[in-house]
Structure formats: C-alpha cells, structure tokens
C-alpha cells in the first residue's frame, strides 16, 4: 500500500458497514496503522453528567471490543500483510478515545548528563517510574505543546513526497 489513502480504500470495502458511524481514520507511523472508529453515542437521559457519559461510552467501547474481537484479528492480519505494518484498533464514543493493543516501539537514545539530569529529576518527583517513562512523558507533553507547529510540519513533508513522485524516473 503505497498511497495515503489506499489504507482507507481498502478498508472502506472491507470493514462491516454497520460498525462505525462513518469513515474509519487511519492513524499512521513507520510501524503501525491504527484504525479508529467512531461508536454511536450511548442514550443517556439529559441530565446526565460527564462521569456517567463517559461510563456509558467505556462500555460501549468495551461491548464493541469484546464482540468484534474475531473479525477485527482476521482484518488486521490481511492489513498488515499488504502494508508490512502493525495494525492497532481504536474507537472513539462521544469524545472519549479509546485504544485497544497497540504497539510499543523501543527506542535507543544516547543522552549526555543535562538530558538525563532532567529525566532523573522526573524520576525522582514521582512524574516517572524510569527515565524511559520519562522519556515518554517528555515527548507526549513536546507532541501536546507543539501540535500546531508539528502538524505544519507533517503537511510540508507530505508536499516534498509529492514533488518526489512527480519527478523524473529512474
């Protein structure tokens, strides 16, 4: 799978129509895909608060897990054969993300001392378990703070890539 939204295609042929509410979303790294779905909404009556919203789309997330289990291996097994990627599943009810398995990646570093000074010093608050656990942290809260810029970034990427393919052949 080559193009960006071959993916998409792929599984808007393939995934059960009454699954999710619209499109699915491919989400997209060197090592894995995952595919999130909208769930419908849960009914609750109107006075209900945030907890109990958020109760009633964990169990929908939960009921839709549990009782698509078979289909969503059998799916994500031929994806990841025709995209040599890990395929993860997530749905999202009603503003509440969900994600189901998904891949954890290694990743090797070299830090000198100020780096691990900090990942330490994250460590030793409590904020970490492990300066690996750090390291996540630090990196989600750049991801966070940076969206925007990161996002610009993405987009410029995406525009080399294309200029790559419409040039010259070998």
Known sequence: MTTRTTAEAWLAGRL???WFT???E??????????WGDLAVPELPDDADEADREVAARARAKTFREETRERRVEIARELEHLSGRKVSWG???GGHDVLFTHLAAPVMTRLRQPER????TLVDAGVA??????LAWCVKLVGEKSD???GELRAAMEHVE?????????
């Open 16 to 18: 059960p129509q009454d």
């Open 22 to 24: 619209g499109p699915v």
């Open 26 to 35: 491919v989400s997209r790294d060197r090592d894995e895909l995952i595919l």
């Open 91 to 93: 749905v999202r009810v």
């Open 117 to 120: 000074r900090v990942l330490d």
């Open 129 to 134: 378990r492990s300066r690996a656990d750090a």
């Open 148 to 150: 925007a810029w990161l």
């Open 162 to 170: 294309e200029v790559r393919r419409k040039g010259p052949g070998d």
